[in-house]
């Protein structure tokens, strides 16, 4: 563990707080993956992440964002992406207060990139199920897939290892 976290220029307190060892491979988790991505050059601390239920995505896919700036770009962006999100959601998944919706969104320079994983992306996953993570925290579950996909996506490099904890 020691020896990824000086890969990435990391102490190895701050290894053994953030990587696990899951069937034999290092897989960094949590706030540690999430601080990779936030402190990467073309990153420039513009992430954000978090989930939603289904009313508050209606909520969201409604509202107007027409500031400026990097957050307002970022807002937009997401907005759009939950705006297909919940149109191809059923009524009867817009009325469940339990169907949450997991998202990260960064930039890369000019590049904005959204990540959506929800309770849906997780059952066709097999990772639901009773007494799962995803049954105790589906909102820090789906948040953490979300942010997992989006950093491997935009910022490959700043990732050492295969996997993240969660998807592991």
């Given at each position: 563990?020691?020896?990824?976290?000086?890969?990435?220029?990391?102490?190895?307190?701050w290894?053994?707080q953030?990587?696990?060892?899951?069937?034999?491979?290092?897989?960094?988790?949590?706030?540690?993956l999430?601080a990779?991505?936030?402190?990467?050059?073309?990153?420039?601390?513009r992430?954000l992440?978090?989930?939603?239920?289904?009313?508050?995505?209606?909520?969201?896919?409604?509202?107007?964002?027409?500031?400026?700036?990097?957050?307002?770009?970022?807002?937009?962006?997401?907005?759009?992406?939950?705006?297909?999100?919940?149109?191809?959601?059923?009524?009867?998944q817009?009325?469940?207060?339990?169907?949450?919706?997991?998202?990260?969104?960064?930039?890369?320079?000019?590049?904005?990139?959204?990540?959506?994983?929800?309770?849906?992306?997780?059952?066709?996953?097999?990772?639901?199920?009773?007494?799962?993570?995803?049954?105790?925290?589906?909102?820090?579950?789906?948040?953490?897939r979300?942010?997992g996909?989006?950093?491997r996506?935009?910022?490959?490099?700043?990732?050492?290892?295969?996997?993240?904890?969660?998807?592991?």
């Amino acid at each position: 563990i020691a020896a990824e976290g000086m890969e990435l220029g990391k102490p190895p307190t701050w290894a053994l707080q953030n990587i696990a060892v899951i069937r034999g491979k290092p897989a960094i988790w949590g706030a540690g993956l999430k601080a990779l991505a936030m402190e990467h050059p073309a990153c420039g601390n513009r992430l954000l992440s978090g989930c939603y239920n289904a009313p508050e995505i209606g909520g969201v896919v409604g509202a107007v964002n027409d500031g400026e700036g990097d957050i307002w770009t970022m807002r937009r962006e997401l907005q759009h992406e939950l705006e297909i999100r919940f149109k191809a959601m059923s009524e009867r998944q817009r009325q469940q207060p339990g169907y949450f919706c997991g998202w990260a969104v960064a930039m890369r320079g000019d590049v904005v990139a959204v990540s959506l994983f929800d309770s849906n992306d997780a059952e066709m996953a097999g990772l639901g199920g009773k007494g799962s993570m995803y049954e105790k925290w589906p909102r820090r579950m789906l948040a953490a897939r979300a942010v997992g996909f989006l950093i491997r996506d935009l910022f490959p490099e700043a990732m050492v290892t295969d996997m993240t904890r969660e998807e592991a």
